[in-house]
């Protein structure tokens, strides 16, 4: 399908179903995690089942989010980056930075 093709099919999808609003993977209202000054802001987070957590790091240098129990794990985060996961099931979900184990905090899911 040419471009000129996808920009029709698009206008007419428009004018079926209406405007189409496009949200980010993780809205500005999720529950977030800062990473600063080698420590995670809050450290203990409660959330409900089927929250998006987002953890950004605002450190100058890398950090690497990882769950105790292996449930999650992110890649490197740089200066800025963020990291998203989905709670699924209540419990405490302990995790600490792969780069500094000393960095410690607790996510808190009910039911």
Request: hydrophobic share 40%.
């Amino acid at each position: 399908m040419t471009g000129f093709a996808n920009l029709r099919l698009f206008a007419c999808a428009l004018a079926v179903c209406g405007p189409i609003l496009l949200t980010p993977a993780h809205a500005a209202d999720a529950p977030h995690v800062r990473i600063a000054n080698f420590s995670f802001e809050p450290e203990t987070l409660n959330v409900k089942a089927g929250t998006t957590v987002v953890f950004e790091n605002d450190d100058d240098i890398p950090h690497l989010i990882v769950a105790d129990d292996q449930s999650f794990r992110s890649k490197a985060l740089d200066t800025g980056d963020t990291y998203a996961f989905t709670f699924s099931k209540p419990g405490d979900f302990a995790y600490f930075c792969g780069l500094h184990p000393h960095m410690q905090g607790k996510i808190t899911v009910s039911p």
